[in-house]
């Protein structure tokens, strides 16, 4: 299951990055649609990397390391 999970992440961050950089390359405006899903998947990526330093922490304080 986290394997699909990852793979749409993957195929979705590429997809709006790909097309961000392009059309600042070709000077227009991005579209909202592709704005709310970068908006989205940041959100995604700031609360797991969150979470797994939250985890990491507890790991040093409990002194259980995994």
């Known amino acids: 299951m986290i394997e ?4 749409t992440y993957g195929m979705l961050l590429s ?3 790909t097309g961000a ?6 000077s227009r ?4 649609i ?3 899903v970068g ?3 940041f959100g995604i990526t700031c609360s797991v990397a969150v979470m ?3 985890y990491a922490a507890w790991g040093v304080v409990t002194d259980s390391a995994v």
């Open 4 to 7: 699909a999970v990852a793979l």
């Open 15 to 17: 997809f709006v990055l």
């Open 21 to 26: 950089s392009r059309n600042k390359k070709l």
């Open 29 to 32: 405006a991005n579209p909202p």
């Open 34 to 36: 592709l704005t709310y």
């Open 39 to 41: 908006y989205v998947l």
């Open 52 to 54: 797994a330093a939250t």
